[in-house]
């Protein structure tokens, strides 16, 4: 176990499985105590809490779905009063949708809108409330913010687009109280979500210099990096890790 996060409370939102599971592993590993939030995965939350406490750590997991943001309010009041305290907010919680512009619903607009978006507000507008000095806000966006490289994702790329323009202000805004704001873009990451193995796989490795898609783990990395003390001075970044897609 490492010890830059010990005496640390982090939250991080859908992180039941993938990028979020290994998230909260990193964030465990170097010393936090975590908290998890699932919407419809409870074995597989179980199964990182689990294994967060095999390693010796704390953790615990909390049904919210990020769509209703009373529960998301929820998951951060308990957090605090089983913990103690909120040092860091991951917003990784997301989903994604692609369809031509035709066959785009209203209501699978408003979902990704709901969970993208207005989830990510209520966690952060909650979380900022129990944190003082040396906070952190990490928001997980996607480099389709600043280049949709598919059809049919633009309002997937509209949600993470809002969620770098929120990573800038609130960067400014909460700067001052000490609290720092940061959005990581992953490019193409190997998840249930969007696997290497999947019908995109093909189109986007052809466009990735590096020639592979990323690892859940690479993700975990900077986000610790950024919950750290030795990430203290960045804040308002957005930072790519995508093999050089954007390059």
């Known amino acids: 176990m490492g010890t830059t996060l010990k005496g640390k409370v982090a939250l ?3 992180g039941s499985r993938g990028i979020g599971a290994a998230i909260a592993r990193r964030l465990a590993h170097e010393g936090a105590s975590v908290a ?15 294994a967060i406490e095999a ?14 943001a009373e529960a998301v ?3 951060v009041a308990q957090t605090v009063k089983i913990f103690g305290r909120l040092d860091v907010l991951v917003n990784n919680a997301g989903v994604a949708a692609l369809a031509p512009i035709e066959q785009f619903s209203l209501e699978e607009f408003d979902r990704l809108m709901a ?18 000095e040396g906070g ?27 969620v770098a323009g929120l990573t800038r202000g609130w ?22 979500m969007n696997p290497a193995d999947g019908p995109l796989a093909a189109e986007l490795k ?3 210099p590096v020639q592979r898609y990323g690892k859940d783990d690479e993700i975990a990395g900077m986000v610790a990096y950024l919950a750290g003390p030795e990430g203290a001075f960045v804040t308002g970044a957005q930072l790519k890790i995508d093999g050089g897609i954007t390059a």
């Open 171 to 192: 960067a400014r805004e909460l700067g001052p109280r000490g609290i720092t704001v940061n959005n990581v873009q992953p490019g193409p990451v190997d998840t249930d």
């Open 206 to 208: 052809g466009q990735i």
């Open 115 to 132: 969970v993208n978006v207005r989830g990510l507000f209520a966690a952060t507008q909650e979380s900022v409330r129990h944190m003082g």
């Open 36 to 50: 998890l939030t699932y919407a419809a995965s409870p074995a597989k939350a179980a199964e990182v809490v689990h």
């Open 55 to 68: 390693a010796g750590g704390r953790a615990i997991a909390l049904r919210a779905d990020s769509a209703d």
């Open 136 to 162: 952190r806000i990490i928001n997980i966006g996607s480099i389709s913010s600043d280049g949709v490289h598919i059809p049919g994702m633009a309002v997937y790329a509209a949600t993470k687009a809002a």
């Open 12 to 14: 991080v939102t859908g």
């Open 73 to 75: 309010r929820s998951a």
